[in-house]
């Protein structure tokens, strides 16, 4: 399945509960039927490090560094990947802590 | 309530500004200002427009008057005085500071935001190097705002692009629970000193106490706007209870270092300061020809960390991406 990323938002993709609604009536539903899901990124000129977290987060520490080999980052320009680095990175440093 | 504009209030000296405030008697707003020249930074403006709204929405009286001074026009353009209940007494016709500021803009909802981002950031007709970080910090800033600060009057924004000295001011200020307040739900922190330094750390949310944030939030816009501003070696201010935290340019000739704990980062902390319930936002953005912000948030990428005792391993590199 492939999300397009600026239909739910704009060039810069921002809006939190936007990443909210896609994570949890796309990415989530896709990943538990067992598809691979591609974030499709083209056309986002920006994004912020919130927006990335709302959509990715939650995901990747319910189902650790598995998770990866089912998702795809696609179009993302060098900001919205460096974000997408950043998330995912705290996301599974994080997944057994607290 | 007293609110003074001094001659000058850049973040270099904003705290005389803050301690001529004063929250008390709340039943009455006493203005006043410099008798010949008012200069504010955006995060000065949006306090004084937040006071001037909380005070409206107590009913308090307002007392003063707008003095014409030469930089009223600037102050009139910014949509001070609508705020603050004050008749400036001068009618605004020509448009020659158009694309050089965002006004004053008042913001109570996500749906306000999208807005002030789609219509209100293009009137500075920057280009992309400029209107990115305007776009970013705005979102960051006032999301912050909006999921946290319960402020009853929204947050405040503006800026101003200085196209001598290349240089971005904005301004973020809420009337809300303050951030010691917002983090106490979750976190043990005794004193403004602490809750701001604790606010500035990555992964540090006022939603959890989870280090690396809940589903909704991650807890790492004020490091990122901490961050933009020592990258670019620019001061940056956080104003919260009796609480100012600057960021210092730091010593010239040496490459800035973003470091995770606030206390490593060039700094000083300054209280007793009058109370402001709620948080006040100033930061100084460097946008000269060869600074790019996306080689600042890769910066900011790479200085990020959280204090996890977790063994580290590189899970970006696992990451798939795409053309």
Not at chain 1, 4 to 11: G, N
Not at chain 1, 26 to 33: G, H, K, L, V
Not at chain 2, 85 to 95: F, Y
Not at chain 2, 193 to 207: M, N, R, T, W
């Amino acid at each position: 399945m492939t999300v397009l990323i600026k239909e739910s938002t704009s060039d810069f993709a921002e809006d939190k509960d936007a990443a909210a609604k896609i994570r949890d009536e796309q990415i989530r539903p896709a990943i538990r039927r067992g598809e691979e899901v591609t974030l499709d990124f083209t056309g986002v000129s920006l994004t912020t490090q919130s927006f990335v977290h709302a959509l990715v987060s939650d995901v990747i520490r319910n189902q650790g560094e598995g998770i990866l080999k089912q998702l795809t980052f696609k179009g993302c320009n060098r900001e919205v990947k460096g974000l997408v680095k950043t998330v995912v990175q705290y996301s599974l440093e994080t997944l057994d802590e607290n | 309530m007293k609110l003074y504009l001094p001659n000058s209030a850049n973040l270099q000296n904003v705290e005389g500004f803050f301690r001529r405030f004063s929250p008390e008697d709340p039943t009455t707003l006493s203005f006043q200002m410099h008798p010949r020249y008012v200069h504010l930074h955006p995060a000065a403006l949006a306090m004084a427009a937040c006071l001037g709204e909380v005070a409206h929405s107590n009913g308090a009286r307002v007392k003063g008057r707008v003095r014409r001074v030469r930089s009223l026009p600037y102050l009139v353009r910014m949509g001070l005085f609508g705020h603050v209940r004050l008749d400036p007494r001068l009618e605004i016709s020509g448009h020659e500071e158009a694309g050089r500021f965002i006004p004053l803009t008042q913001i109570r909802s996500n749906e306000d935001l999208r807005t002030a981002i789609v219509d209100v950031i293009p009137l500075l007709h920057a280009d992309p190097e400029i209107a990115n970080p305007i776009r970013y910090l705005f979102s960051e800033l006032v999301r912050n705002v909006l999921e946290h600060a319960r402020s009853p009057v929204g947050a405040f924004v503006c800026a101003q692009y200085y196209r001598n000295s290349e240089r971005l001011s904005i301004g973020v200020a809420d009337a809300g629970i303050g951030i010691r307040a917002s983090l106490a739900q979750h976190h043990r922190v005794t004193s403004a000193v602490e809750a701001i330094a604790l606010a500035l750390q990555p992964g540090i949310s006022g939603a959890t106490g989870r280090i690396g944030g809940n589903e909704s939030n991650a807890g790492a816009g004020l490091f990122f706007t901490k961050g933009i501003a020592r990258l670019s070696r620019n001061y940056f201010i956080i104003y919260s209870d009796d609480c100012l935290f600057k960021l210092l340019r730091g010593p010239e000739g040496r490459e800035p270092v973003l470091h995770t704990h606030p206390s490593d980062d060039p700094h000083w902390f300054t209280t007793g300061l009058p109370e402001w319930r709620g948080t006040v936002v100033g930061i100084d953005i460097s946008v000269a020809p060869g600074t790019s912000f996306s080689s600042l948030l890769t910066e900011i990428n790479k200085a990020y960390s959280l204090d996890v005792k977790k063994r580290k391993k590189a899970y970006y590199k696992m990451i798939q991406f795409a053309k």
